[in-house]
């Protein structure tokens, strides 16, 4: 009988931590979308200060078309992290959305390189940090083990491509709307 409680504890626990990591994957990445949806009017306050080695944006109002579809596409996979149900994708599921996001950062980085050189050496050291982390994913006891790692990276790409969505948004005429994490 131990062995079965036992058996259910960690599969408990397991659940747990998937449930535990969308909610604070999409709460990382609904940060950078939430600052940056607010483009209609003033500047939003940062949620935490920019590192002091990374230049402010460019502020050219010229926008490029691979821009604004680079930001489209890091909108959407943020929207789709952000209403990730974890519980129902499994591990699995969640290394494919935040796969998503790499690639979609990735090509944000891509499109930005001419306009914004200092943060997109910021965002491409970001996706590699996230990168590394989802690589060591295996099981659900490795998810449980690397919730930790996995949420300062998604952070961490929040944060350097705050900067160039933030630009996006001022220049470009239809990005996706933030999506709020679906259920808790």
């Not at 939003?44 to 502020?59: N, S, Y």
């Amino acid at each position: 009988m131990p062995r079965s409680t036992d058996a259910i504890n960690a599969a408990d626990r397991n659940h747990r931590a998937i449930r535990a990591l969308a909610r604070l994957a999409a709460a990382a990445v609904l940060g950078v979308t939430a600052v940056a949806g607010c483009a209609g009017g003033g500047s939003p306050a940062p949620v935490t200060p920019p590192p002091a080695a990374t230049p402010a944006a460019p502020t050219s109002t010229a926008t490029s078309g691979a821009l604004c579809a680079a930001a489209d596409e890091f909108q959407t996979a943020a929207n789709n992290l952000a209403q990730l149900d974890a519980t129902k994708v499994g591990v699995d599921g969640v290394k494919a959305a935040l796969q998503d996001l790499g690639a979609a950062g990735r090509n944000l980085a891509s499109a930005a390189k001419d306009q914004f050189g200092p943060q997109v050496d910021t965002l491409n050291q970001a996706l590699g940090s996230l990168q590394t982390t989802v690589s060591e994913l295996g099981n659900q006891d490795s998810l449980s083990a690397e919730l930790g790692a996995l949420t300062a990276s998604v952070s961490a790409v929040e944060q350097a491509a705050k900067p160039i969505m933030d630009s996006a948004r001022a220049g470009c005429s239809s990005l996706p709307t933030t999506q709020l994490p679906s259920g808790s």
